[in-house]
Structures are given as structure tokens and as C-alpha cells.
């Protein structure tokens, strides 16, 4: 039996990666590109190579392809660091989540933009103290005739200063408890009443900022899915946000110009360069099987659990190949320091576990 893909995925591969190439030339790789990489010319070449909505239907304009192309796709772009993050989120999550909760005038307005990498969105979930609980969202938003009033406040929201869209997790209901009073709304992120700080993480980079909301105006047809219902939905959007090769392949960019340097005559190095390539093999059979649809309900938790312990493994093995050169500032000083963020961002790595003992295994609470 060959596991290898068929000659139109190994095209499509070669296409995807000669395009990464491209893109990256003479300019240092980012790891995490699907984060931090974020240029809007190449998102909209994407969408002119048919490579954004890939699996979406034909009807709504997608490119109604299966879902391994779009994975032989991303993780060629993602390994190679492209810069894929004006059109990632927008892909990723915000048209799946419309083509299943959305209403046909919110696909007809929104869906052709993100298909050609002309929109970018923020996803505003977390909030200072409301990250891993989101039951406890406090940002409200009122109905006044047919609008929604929105006031709170954001935190973490990527590309909040760049976005053109934030889709919104508020609560629609003062009286009611936890998750049953939330809901999802589509608010214009140039609406009035909209402030942006950009916060700096570790490494210098300022991809993600705090959105205050004072008095925001959102026409009430911007609510997507069922009022005080949307907790399913944002769990949903959670399950795409968790299962995909971007949780595997931020930094294999990374690793493979460590491993060119690595001292492979060393025992304990050659021990961990096997682990580390049988750690990719096991996360890319995870993120296959979620791709496929094939992982049960909830597994999602722990494909992203295996997949971005495994990233921070490869920051430690990067790090100590270049031995006390990683103590200066450069690229593989900031992989370690970005190395944290894969196992907090998209739910921790406590908190997944949680999901695994209590819904995948059916642990006792
Ligand atoms: C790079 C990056 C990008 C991000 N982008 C976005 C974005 O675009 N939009 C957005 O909405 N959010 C974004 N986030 C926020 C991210 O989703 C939250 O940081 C994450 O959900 C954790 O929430 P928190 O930071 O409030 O930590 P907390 O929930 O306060 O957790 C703090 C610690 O307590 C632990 N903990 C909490 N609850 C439990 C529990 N029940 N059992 C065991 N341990 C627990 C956690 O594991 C963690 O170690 C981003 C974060 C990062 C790092």
C-alpha cells in the first residue's frame, strides 16, 4: 500500500509550495504565518488561484474541492511560512460558520469578498476576564429597534487594528445565566465608537490588540444564527479552529533550517530528530482524520493538544541546536519566545484536556 498522495495532489502541492517560495523570498520567514504573517496582496492572490473557500460549494462560488487539496495547500504554505493571515480567519472559520448558520443575504454580502482575500476579519471572543470560560462574556449588546447597541470591552483579538469585520460573541440577554443568553453579530470594525490598542507580545509583534466597544451601532440583520443561542455555534467555530494543519506546521520552517544544522553524529540529537519527525507524522495523521471528518466529536481538543505541544518541542530542539546563539535576538530566539502561544491560543492545553477526560473519554467531572 502507498500512502502517497495522487499525482493531482502532488501538482497542487508542488504549485502551493513553489508559491511560498515565492512569496518569502528575501524576506526572514514568520513563524506562525497563518498569525503574523499579514499581507493582504498575497491573500488576495490566493483568492485568485482559487485557494481560498476550496472546499466550499460551487453554488455560494467556492471552488467545491475536497478537503484534502485544501489541506495539501495550507500545509504547504503554512510549513513554508507565506504569509497567509489577512485571509486565515476568514477561511478558517467565519465562511464555514456562515455557510451553516449565516442567512443567504449574510453569504451574499459577505462570502464573495473573503473568497477573493479582499476582507479580513477578527474573531472577538476572549475578554479580560472571560477567556477560557466564555460563558462569562460580559460585552453586551441591546436591541434598540433594528439595531444591536454594543458596549465592552475585547482582549487579544487579532488583527483588530487591520480587520475590516470582527465577528462578535456578546450577550444579548442581561437576565439570563452563562451561555444561555450569548449570541454572534458581524460588526463593521470601521462602525464609530470602536477603539483599537495594539498589545506587544514577547517577541515585539503587535498582531493582537484590546477593542473597547462604547455605544456601537450593528444593524440587527448582522446577527448571525439564533439570538441567545450561539453557544453551539462559537463551539463549533471552535472545533475548525483547532483541528487544522496551522496547530502542526506554524514553525516546521524553523525546524527544517535547525535540523540542516544539527549535529546528526550525536546520539541524543538523532533521538530527538526521530521523535520530532514522528511527532509531525502522528500530528498530520490527527489533523487528517479531523480534515476527513473521521475524528469523533470533540477529538479536536486533542489533536490541537498533541499538535502544538509538538510546536513547542520544536522551539526547545531549534533553541538548543543553535546553543548560545539563541541568546541573541533573531529569529530563532523569537520562535522560542512565540513558542507559549501555541498551546494558549484556540483554548488551552489544561483546559483541552479537560474536554478529552470529560467528552472524548467520558471521564467523571
Ligand atoms: C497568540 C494569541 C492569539 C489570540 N487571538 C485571539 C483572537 O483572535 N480572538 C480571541 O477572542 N482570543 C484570542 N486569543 C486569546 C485566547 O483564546 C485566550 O488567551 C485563551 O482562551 C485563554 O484565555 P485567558 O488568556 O483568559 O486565560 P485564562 O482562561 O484566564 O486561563 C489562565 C490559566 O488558567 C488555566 N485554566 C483556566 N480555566 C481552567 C480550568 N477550568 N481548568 C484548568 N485550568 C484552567 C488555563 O489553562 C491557563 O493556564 C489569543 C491568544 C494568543 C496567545
Redesign the pocket.
Known sequence: MDFCWDPELLALRAEAQAFADDVTAGAEVRE?SW?VGYSREVSEELGRRGWLGMTWPVEVGGAGRSPLHRFVVAEALIGRGAPVAASW?ADRQIGPVLLQYGTDDQREEFLPDILAGRASW?????????????ASVRTRAERHGDEFVVDGR???????AVADWCYL?CRTDAGAPGHRALSELIVDMHSPGITVQPIR?MTGQE??CEVTFEGVRVPAHRLVGELNGSFRQTMRQLEHERGGIDRLASNAALYRDARADADATDALVRDEIAALESGYRIGRLLVLRETLGQAPPSFSAATKTWCTEFEQRVARFVAATAGPRSTIWGRVARGLC?A??YT????????L??IIGERVLGLPR
Open positions: 506562525d498569525l480567519f477578527c474573531i472577538g471572543m476572549s475578554e479580560p476576564d472571560a477567556g477560557s470560560d466564555l475585547k482582549v487579544w483579538t487579532s488583527f483588530a460573541i507580545d498582531h493582537f512565540y507559549p502561544a494558549i491560543m484556540g483554548g488551552t492545553t489544561q483546559v484536556r479537560t
